[in-house]
T-cell receptor, first 116, second 109 residues
Framework: EPEVTQTPSHQVTQMGQEVILRCVPI?????FYWYRQILGQKVEFLVS????????KSEIFDDQFSVERPDGSNFTLKIRSTKLEDSAMYFCASSGYAGQVTDTQYFGPGTRLTVL | QKEVEQDPGPLSVPEGAIVSLNCTYSNSAFQYFMWYRQYSRKGPELLMY????GNKEDGRFTAQVDKSSKYISLFIRDSQPSDSATYLCAMSGFQKLVFGTGTRLLVSP
């Protein structure tokens, strides 16, 4: 069964450093997303990406964040200058085959980001 | 008022019990309703997906949507210890999912 994969599983970084979280969405999916979950809190939407551009973003997704689909398989989330409050689980999700409008989003296992 | 409200639990039941998990929402624009299961420190796993009001059944799981009351439910029949997890409701108008806080379910043998 196809699945979303994410690397690394755990990333530790110093405050102010740049991090890149990587995701490989399900093959042939067209819509890609990043969510985050701070420990003990709910899953929160960050950004959606379609046709090589951001289609929607939340208030959390400020200028420190960026997303990119550098090739046909990877989808990345970059945090330019990490803050302590960026510590969270970051989930990538994908959905939507060509010709099908669906919000059935499939999630990856997550990257746990720890900012020291 | 929060967009999506869900009792965080924990909800403790004996094996074999019928479990009822619920969410209420305030945004009438929501059209798609999902239930995810999340084990500790893992990604959400899609369980059920519904679009319209009514019931949808898949094995031991039944999802129910009442758009007029802005209320959705997930029923688990013959609950098993392996069902112990956090259950997240999620909903959307298009693309962006809005999640509830999740209900932690504990099924004891």
């Amino acid at each position: 069964e196809p699945e979303v994969t994410q690397t690394p599983s755990h990333q530790v970084t110093q405050m102010g450093q740049e991090v890149i979280l990587r995701c490989v969405p399900i093959s042939n999916h067209l819509y890609f997303y990043w969510y985050r979950q701070i420990l003990g809190q709910k899953v929160e939407f960050l950004v959606s990406f379609y046709n090589n551009e951001i289609s929607e973003k939340s208030e959390i997704f400020d200028d420190q964040f960026s997303v990119e689909r550098p090739d046909g398989s990877n989808f990345t989330l970059k945090i330019r200058s990490t803050k302590l409050e960026d510590s969270a689980m970051y989930f990538c999700a994908s959905s939507g085959y060509a010709g099908q409008v669906t919000d059935t989003q499939y999630f990856g296992p997550g990257t746990r980001l720890t900012v020291l | 008022q929060k967009e999506v409200e869900q009792d965080p639990g924990p909800l403790s039941v004996p094996e074999g019990a019928i479990v009822s998990l619920n969410c209420t929402y305030s945004n009438s624009a929501f059209q798609y309703f999902m239930w995810y299961r999340q084990y500790s420190r893992k990604g959400p796993e899609l369980l059920m997906y519904t679009y319209s009001s009514g019931n949808k059944e898949d094995g031991r799981f039944t999802a129910q949507v009442d758009k007029s009351s802005k209320y959705i439910s997930l029923f688990i029949r013959d609950s098993q210890p392996s069902d112990s997890a956090t259950y997240l409701c999620a909903m959307s108008g298009f693309q962006k999912l809005v999640f509830g806080t999740g209900t932690r379910l504990l099924v004891s043998p």
